[in-house]
């Protein structure tokens, strides 16, 4: 027999986190590990622009019958705009190829399996830190992971000039991945000129850029968000990008995302294309339709679309305000550390400085549960425990000197 003596895999670092943190009985608890926006409330909600769409598609829905491999072309057009702007000459040259994904991690794992066919012997860089999922997908289409510096603990800060002498030596061919905004899971973002040399770097070096876009608005806006991804499609002939309906669309369960590859003609978009679509029919042969049609029936409807950007600036601007807020009540509390830098961060995410031992007092003691490492999932802040986790980062302080 083939199962009797497998060992159990061990919880995933996220998401186990929350099935501790639901198995957790005590009345006291907040969960700041899964990246999960969630109100004042507490509460995860469904956005009206998307309430509103599902009625009309309820209304006008005809069938349940299979979706194009690739998805349909005006949901695959919508995220075009989205990413590049309406007028964007990568789009008017045709270099352009989406596909739906079952979010934005089928936009990754898709995408690297494309760039496995295609560089077999390439090596994937990713950012020290990143995503927790990031090195188990890029595994799993069976690239060897390697490291870039990104994040100074020491300073909370960017380590830039680090970064750009690590990447500057990357082989030709070698594949880059790259946090568009909101960095996961530092909230430490690149500026336009970081980016436009980072852009550089790649043109000479002849590493393929993949980028992962999973928070398009939560950080400055939806313009100014996509800052990065235009900066690289400048100069470079190529790259990958997987983007992500589930944060700024609210669409978590309905697995909403994308793949887009820009080529150095249409020729070869077509062609590259072609290879993605056939994996796609291996992997899940189809994307699964509510989403999209949510997303392209937003965005197509000129009063859903202004309503959707205004949604999107409210979760924006309460996320900046429970940054500044949980500043402002641990300078009340303590004065052993400045956290001053989380109200700098974008996103949802905060790489919090805490430690380990720190992390592993407020879950014990506190039943406050954060991701190993010190990220925290901003959005998890309330009115309602502000007070309480500010008390709790403060005695965690004190505790592990």
């Known amino acids: 027999m083939i199962f009797e003596h497998i060992e159990p895999a061990p919880a995933d670092a996220i998401l186990g986190l929350t099935e501790a943190f639901r198995a957790d009985d ?130 909370n ?22 946090h568009v905004c909101c960095h996961n899971p530092t909230g430490v973002d690149l500026t336009a000129d970081q980016w436009a040399e980072l852009g550089k770097c790649a043109a000479r070096q002849g590493w393929i850029p ?18 990065g991804l235009l900066q690289m499609a400048a100069v470079v002939p190529e790259m990958v990008v997987a983007h992500s309906f589930s944060k700024n669309f609210g669409l978590y369960r309905e697995r909403t995302g994308s793949v887009t590859l820009m080529a150095e003609n249409a020729t070869a978009a077509q062609a590259v294309f072609s290879h993605l679509e056939k994996i796609i029919r291996v992997l899940y042969s189809n994307p699964p339709a509510h989403g999209g049609q949510i997303v392209q029936t937003v965005l197509a409807d000129a009063d859903l679309r202004a309503g959707w950007e205004k949604e999107v600036a409210a979760i924006r601007d309460r996320i ?21 830098f989380i109200a700098q961060q974008k996103g949802m995410f905060s790489f919090s400085g805490l430690s380990d031992e720190q992390v592993q007092f407020l879950r014990e003691k506190k039943g406050i549960y954060i991701v190993k490492g010190g990220r925290i999932n901003v959005a998890g802040i309330t009115p309602a425990n502000l007070e309480y986790l500010a008390d709790a980062i403060a005695a965690a302080l004190t505790v592990s000197e």
């Not at 993949?210 to 800052?227: I, N, P, S, V, W």
């Not at 900046?320 to 001053?340: G, Y």
């Open 210 to 227: 993949f980028l992962d876009f999973a928070y398009q608005g939560l950080g400055m806006d939806l313009e100014q968000d996509r800052t």
């Open 320 to 340: 900046q305000r429970v940054r500044v807020d949980l500043v402002a009540a641990l300078k009340a509390r303590t004065d052993k550390r400045n956290f001053s």
């Open 157 to 178: 800060a960017l380590d830039f000039a680090r970064m750009q002498e690590t990447l500057s030596a990357v082989p030709a061919g070698d594949v880059v991945l790259l």
């Open 26 to 155: 005590r009345a006291q608890k907040i969960n700041l590990g899964v990246g999960v926006y969630q109100d004042d409330n507490g509460v995860t909600p469904v956005m009206d622009c998307v309430k509103e769409a599902e009625k009309r598609l309820v209304a006008s829905e005809t069938t349940k019958s299979y979706m194009p491999i690739s998805g349909t072309p005006a949901y695959k057009a919508q995220v075009q705009q989205l990413l590049f702007g309406e007028a964007h000459g990568v789009l008017e040259d045709q270099r352009v190829r989406t596909a739906h994904t079952p979010g934005g991690t089928g936009g990754l794992r898709v995408g690297a399996e494309l760039l496995k066919q295609l560089r077999p012997g390439a090596t994937v860089w990713a950012s020290s830190p990143t995503w927790a999922n990031h090195p188990g997908v890029f595994s799993a289409a069976g690239f060897a992971l390697k490291n870039y510096p990104y994040y100074d603990a020491d300073r």
